[in-house]
């Protein structure tokens, strides 16, 4: 964006902030994978292990769904949706012509990366901190969206195209029950992931000097 690409020392920044442009919301995806499991795996594990937490409260929670497993969640979506048209809350019209296929389009991709917070083991760090404690549940989430991050980052890094849902609460107790998870853990966001099959919208960008400013170079 009109700055002059800096001499990185180590080769790895330039290669990062490469993987960090080139991110993007991909949401015509299918049911294929460019890496083993295995590879998507070590990813997803080693954002949990990774990322930083405020006071290292390491409160992400996260569970890889793949192939059936993973058009389960979509599924769940779609019959509580249903649930909603049913109810009058939704038109039947919009879901049929809108809702419907966007879900449906979820489910056609690889796997679904669903991200937890486990707000409840923040009690004692709460207490003890007292000053702190209303900033401990944002500190959370904010963890939790750098999980997020680094996962969809290094996920299109392997050649798949990823977007980031937010379907909770509308199917939070599913989501429980399928997978048998512990109350305690809120869901906060679903990365849907796949094998490219459209690229990627335009995206604009707000001007830079209005965003960001640098003193003292
Ligand atoms: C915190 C956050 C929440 C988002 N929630 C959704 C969402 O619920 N559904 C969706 O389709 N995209 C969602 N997005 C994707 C954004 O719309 C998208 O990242 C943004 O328009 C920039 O496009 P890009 O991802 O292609 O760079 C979300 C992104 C972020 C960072």
Not at 85 to 109: C, D, I, M, W, Y
Not at 161 to 189: C, F, M, R, V
Request: aromatic share 12%.
């Amino acid at each position: 964006m009109g700055s002059v690409q800096p001499e990185y020392k180590n080769q790895a920044t330039a290669t990062l902030l490469e993987l960090v442009k080139s991110r993007r919301s991909y949401y015509g995806l299918k049911a294929e994978s460019p890496v083993s499991d295995d590879v998507i795996e070590s990813i997803v594990r080693d954002s949990v292990l990774h990322v930083p937490s405020s006071f290292n409260t390491q409160t992400s929670r996260v569970v890889l769904l793949l192939k059936e497993e993973h058009q389960k969640v979509w599924d769940i979506a779609i019959q509580a949706m249903e649930g909603l048209v049913a109810a009058g809350h939704v038109p039947k019209e919009q879901f049929e012509t809108s809702t419907k296929p966007k879900l449906n389009s979820f489910r056609a991709a690889y796997g679904t990366v669903l991200f937890f917070v486990d707000f409840d083991s923040l009690a004692p760090i709460k207490e003890k901190f007292a000053l702190y404690a209303d900033k401990f549940n944002p500190f959370a989430l904010e963890s939790n969206a750098m999980s997020q991050f680094l996962v969809w980052t290094a996920l299109e890094s392997e050649g798949f195209g990823a977007n980031l849902q937010h379907y909770s609460p509308l199917i939070d107790e599913q989501i429980t029950k399928t997978w048998d998870l512990p109350a305690s853990w809120k869901l906060d966001a679903q990365l849907v992931f796949g094998t490219p099959t459209a690229e990627p919208g335009e995206k604009a960008f707000a001007p830079i000097e209005d965003r960001f400013k640098v003193f003292g170079k």
